[in-house]
């Protein structure tokens, strides 16, 4: 559906996006993760057509972002990080106002229209002038006109920036709903947001697409942890003779040490752990399986890379 190959941009000296090649298929909701600055918007900014790539290739549904731009803004609702939306008009004036742009049929317009905010859970306030509108409506509003015209690809650029708990609950769950009838590429630097609406995370950082994976092989790498009361040194020798144990990391807190026990796959070591501690005299405070986070692998690309 989206297929992005070496994609470069430059802004005069300044590198914004460092030949990114990935690829989203027909139906999936996926996840452009990266820090501020990192390239995520300057990418989406380019697969719908508003920007220029100085190299690559780009291309959605089979149509080249940048020969055919045209045929690909009709497959494309794009909800920019922030919505240019008039706060003089009325939602319902608006949205007809983005479905005659969009090239909507006169005929099809009213059906459309409410369908959009039916979807969007802004029908209610169709009557209200929009710069009334609380931001989460607005975002709401910007959502409508993204469906105006029934794309078959949603890229959304933080969608939920600046929005309260409530409102971001709201619009997860509704940008989840979407996506059982829409492909989703969906930008953010919330890695929640990620881990509650999309099946596959792509991170970029500094312009380069760092790592790309599916939650739910992320969520199959599983580690040990355990805290415990015992000299730091000794504790992790004693583990480290333990067969199947690859590493162990220790950090004290609160009159005891966490450590991180990473096994070879498909080995659970906790009895055989819990039996060396024991043997040794020292207290187990917790011991437990835990699975690899989406923000471990975030820090570990990002901080460790700017830390090199």
Same mark, same amino acid.
């Given at each position: ?190 890695? %929640? ?5 999309? +099946?596959? /995370?792509?991170? @970029?950082?500094? *312009?380069?697409? =760092? ?77 437990? %399986? ?5 923000? +471990?692998? /975030?820090?570990? @690309?990002?901080? *460790?890379?700017? =830390?090199?």
């Amino acid at each position: 559906m989206i297929e992005v190959s070496h994609l470069t941009k430059w802004y005069g000296d300044n590198l914004a996006v460092d030949d990114v090649t990935f690829r989203v298929d027909e139906g999936e909701i996926v996840g452009l993760l990266g820090p501020n600055a990192a390239g995520k918007t300057t990418t989406m900014r380019m697969l719908t057509c508003f920007l220029p790539a100085t190299s690559g290739e780009a291309r959605v549904a089979e149509f080249d972002v940048f020969s055919q731009p045209l045929a690909v803004r009709k497959l494309i609702g794009y909800l920019p990080e922030s919505v240019p939306l008039y706060p003089e008009m009325r939602v319902s004036e608006y949205l007809a106002y983005r479905a005659k742009i969009k090239g909507v049929p006169r005929r099809e317009r009213a059906a459309k229209i409410g369908s959009a905010m039916e979807r969007c859970g802004v029908k209610e306030v169709s009557r209200r002038v929009i710069g009334q509108l609380s931001k989460g409506f607005r975002q709401r509003v910007g959502l409508a006109d993204c469906l105006v015209h029934q794309p078959r690809i949603l890229i959304l650029d933080e969608p939920t920036v600046g929005l309260d708990p409530n409102q971001i609950i709201a619009v997860r769950s509704l940008i989840k709903e979407l996506g059982k009838e829409h492909t989703v590429l969906l930008s953010t630097h919330y890695l %929640t947001e990620v881990e509650a609406v999309c +099946e596959r /995370f792509l991170i @970029i950082d500094r *312009g380069r697409l =760092a790592t790309e994976g599916r939650l739910a092989d992320l969520r199959k790498q599983t580690h040990i942890e355990m805290e415990a009361v015992g000299p730091e040194g000794q504790v992790k020798a004693a583990l480290l003779q333990i067969d199947g144990i690859d590493s162990v990391k220790a950090k004290p807190t609160d009159g005891a040490v966490l450590y991180r026990i990473e096994t070879k796959p498909g080995k659970d070591l906790r009895e055989a752990i819990f039996d060396k501690m024991v043997g040794g005299g020292w207290k187990v405070r917790e011991l437990r %399986t835990a699975a690899r986070s989406l923000e +471990e692998l /975030f820090v570990q @690309i990002t901080a *460790g890379e700017r =830390a090199a």
